[in-house]
């Protein structure tokens, strides 16, 4: 049997362009939950068009799984467009937050070389603790936990994957056509919570 | 102190009020029936309770336009919602309060969800204050919905609502039909705000509801098929969504193609076309399911490869190319694989391919399939149809019911074994006749779905087929029979168990009966009890006058017939098997 690309998992990245309403993020969530699929890494965030958001989605499938996983994304009413690729169609970063003692850093030279050359900045520096920012991809940002562990890592947190497809630049622009004749609605949240004191109601 | 009254400005005041008829001040309950008069509305099952008091209050003052139902149960009242729609292609419209009156649609929701019915359902919520507080009758709905609902939304203010019910009734109704939900919180129903008109929704930057038709392939499936020996042509219930019967008629007639149907695409066509070969499925007839594995072209027409029609996918249809014509994509490449995918409303695509077909006829590929229906008729239909037992069979009760309705009647089944018998033993002539539970199969469906349907088509004469089981999942809607005395036939097939479970227990538990013999009330005695005249049927004698009675009753009847208890239904294509393993007995598994 020959095995080609289809049948071997690998990592996605999914980008979805949608309108921006509340609810929209469980939409999409459980078209993936449904199947019991792990969702590695999930960011949202406005895009360059007004009004529309985006989604970056990290999942690890079968291309066709993937293929048919966007064509439901797409089936929603809200989602103007689902595109997936591979890990060498994009450009991608995630950043991390390392919170490592001060003391540390002071006393082993090593570390501080070593922040130096996965280009990690101190972002705060206190007399117990010092935060440091590196961003990069996964493999980079997990080795210097692993490099930073011995010396004693107190706290670490990733960011979701951000990405931007290569080739994109056919879509932005018929978005934009869209924006210019059809400016997006407003989100319309609950206004009332903070007014419970004042309504009397059954 | 003389107070000066100009004669200006009285005339000025008059003209003020006169003028602002366009802009005035509304509860957002009126707009609410102001969109449901807009969006043609003219029937709304529902039920009331506290959240949706204002909106009930607003629909007092509109009753001699908008007709509401009050059934017995909120399921009852979305599954009538959905029969009126699918037997009269228009939008059901459903009212509920919050709470356990949202939650009981959820069911129903699934049903359309699955089914592609279009219904519109209204939900009352609490003051938008007390959202996530755990108030009296308050549900996450939109959380619990946002699985089987084609779209929903909260509204929090009456400003939104006339928009927002547009946006609810256009995607309700468009593309690929499906249920809407809308829940209004309670400030906004009360909520009086200046109302500016309503607008038809027609457009949503997001949503496209059909694909645009790529000419090239309609090009590319023509060629195909022209060059065919054995094509087949399989549809569903897209060609009923699509109001394209008579463009499906032209399609098939043209090239002569052996037709069969989905247990959802039933009646599309007339079950004594020429070309009808049958229905396709788990308990379809047998030469459309072998002949699927012979075929060369195989032509889907608004159907989705549900798994009881293709069996094992791995042994359906591989020897053919596929062609499939469906307006939603992502049911193109989904299950099967397809050679020339023909996105589109089937209703525009259809000409389209006709035109580039030749004309044909494919007589002798169409006799295979006769011959297999001659064996399934001797080995599994005769003994159904004309049996030699003392008990009655449910297939020859269907059979006596369809020759007395000649074709002309809708059909309601539940859902079990009577609907499989129902389906393969149905004549119709018209379409959307056939309703039945295909996707979800929600037992309980029959009743209330009927009364919907009846309601959708006053003309028509409506029947309910349910088992002992289906019927006392939603007996109570008898109650809605009662209080507005809708004309429908009811009859129950009893065989005393859950049937099509125990015929599973039978031929693959080693009839280990778990759980499946139930007893029934007697069915005559409740009717009565809900001024429903009825009679109870045991002898293959009394079969026809009694059905000729309740077809002929003038209201509502109630007929139930003692079926043998351990009958099965065959033909078969046991689950994990592929669909030419069908088998016509119990000794072929």
């Known amino acids: ?202 | 102190m003389k107070l000066k009254i100009h004669v200006m400005d009285t005339v000025e005041l008059i003209e003020e009020k006169t003028a602002s008829k366009k802009n005035t001040s509304i509860s957002g309950s009126q707009a609410v029936m102001e969109a449901c008069l807009f969006e043609g509305v003219d029937t709304i099952f529902g039920y009331p309770g506290g959240a949706i008091m204002p909106i009930y209050d607003a629909l007092y003052d509109y009753s001699n336009q908008l007709k509401h139902i009050l059934v017995r149960h909120e399921q009852g009242a979305i599954h009538a919602a959905q029969g009126f729609a699918r037997v009269s292609g228009r939008t059901g419209v459903v009212f509920a309060t919050s709470g356990p009156g949202a939650t009981n649609l959820v069911t129903g929701l699934a049903d359309a969800m699955i089914d592609s019915t279009p219904v519109v359902c209204i939900t009352g919520q609490v003051f938008a204050h007390l959202l996530g507080t755990d108030a009296f009758q308050e549900t996450d709905v939109i959380n619990i919905t946002t699985p089987v609902t084609k779209w929903n939304y909260q509204v929090t203010d009456a400003t939104e609502i006339p928009a927002v019910l547009a946006k609810a009734f256009y995607l309700a109704g468009s593309g690929r039909p499906g249920p809407v939900l809308i829940d209004i919180t309670k400030n906004a129903q009360l909520q009086l705000f200046n109302y500016e008109g309503y607008k038809k929704c027609d457009h949503i930057r997001s949503y496209r509801p059909k694909p645009i038709v790529r000419k090239e392939y309609v090009q590319r499936a023509a060629e195909l098929i022209n060059a065919a020996e054995r094509p087949f042509v399989i549809f569903g219930q897209g060609v009923i969504l699509g109001k394209a019967e008579e463009e499906f008629k032209a399609f098939i007639e043209k090239a002569g193609f052996p037709t069969a149907w989905t247990i959802m695409g039933m009646s599309g066509i007339p079950t004594d076309h020429s070309l009808a070969v049958g229905m396709l499925g788990m308990h379809g007839n047998y030469g459309p399911n072998v002949l699927t594995n012979e075929c060369d072209v195989l032509i889907a027409v608004g159907m989705r490869f549900d798994d009881r029609v293709t069996g094992r996918l791995d042994k359906y249809a591989k020897q053919a190319k596929v062609i499939h014509l469906d307006i939603d994509p992502s049911e193109i490449d989904k299950n099967v694989k397809t050679t020339v995918p023909i996105w589109g409303d089937c209703k525009e695509t259809l000409p389209i391919l006709t035109a580039l077909l030749q004309q044909k006829d494919h007589r002798a590929w169409l006799n295979k399939f006769k011959e297999y229906k001659a064996k399934e008729q001797e080995k599994c239909i005769n003994e159904e149809l004309h049996p030699l037992t003392d008990e009655l069979t449910m297939g020859e009760v269907i059979n006596l019911l369809n020759e007395l309705t000649k074709g002309e009647a809708v059909i309601v089944t539940d859902v079990g074994q009577h609907q499989m018998v129902a389906c393969r033993y149905a004549k119709y002539n018209h379409s959307k006749s056939n309703i039945t539970s295909g996707g979800l199969g929600t037992m309980g469906f029959a009743l209330p779905t009927a009364i919907g349907a009846k309601f959708g088509a006053p003309n028509r004469t409506v029947i309910a087929i349910a088992g002992d089981g289906g019927i006392q999942m939603t007996i109570q809607e008898l109650g809605t029979i009662m209080q507005f005395k809708p004309d429908i036939k009811i009859l129950i097939l009893n065989n005393q168990f859950l049937g099509m479970v125990r015929q599973w227990q039978e031929l693959f538990h080693e009839k280990r009966y778990s759980f499946v013999d139930i007893t029934s009330p007697d069915f005559v005695q409740v009717a009565k009890g809900y001024h429903i005249n009825g009679q109870k049927v045991t002898e293959r004698s009394s079969l026809k006058g009694a059905l000729e009675t309740m077809l002929n009753h003038n209201g509502s009847y109630l007929l139930e017939v003692m079926v043998g208890k351990e009958n099965n239904v065959f033909p078969m294509v046991p689950q994990g098997r592929g669909v030419s393993e069908i088998v016509l007995s119990k000794e072929e598994i």
């Open chain 1, 1 to 202: 049997m020959i095995k080609n690309n289809t049948m071997q998992k690998q990592e996605y990245t999914i980008t979805v362009y949608t309108e921006n309403q509340i609810g929209l993020l469980n939409r999409i969530a459980i078209i993936f939950s449904r199947r019991k699929i792990n969702i590695e890494s999930l960011n949202t965030s406005p895009s360059e068009i007004e009004g529309i958001h985006r989604f970056n989605i990290v999942i690890n499938e079968t291309e066709e799984v993937i293929r048919k996983l966007c064509r439901q994304v797409e089936k929603q009413v809200e989602v103007l467009k689902a595109y997936y690729n591979t890990n060498e169609e994009i450009v991608w970063q995630e950043m991390a937050l390392y919170k490592v003692p001060t003391d540390i850093i002071a006393e082993e030279v090593k570390v501080e070389r070593l922040l130096r050359e996965y280009g990690a900045r101190a972002v705060v520096i206190r007399k117990d603790y010092t935060i440091f920012e590196a961003t990069g991809h996964r493999e980079e940002t997990d080795k210097l936990i692993a490099v930073l562990e011995p010396y004693g890592l107190i706290e670490f947190v990733r960011s979701a994957r951000v990405a931007i497809i290569k080739n994109s630049k056919g879509f932005h622009e018929k978005i934009k056509e869209f924006e210019h004749t059809e400016p997006s609605e407003d989100v319309v949240g609950n206004e009332f919570l903070n007014q419970q004191d004042e309504v009397f109601s059954m």
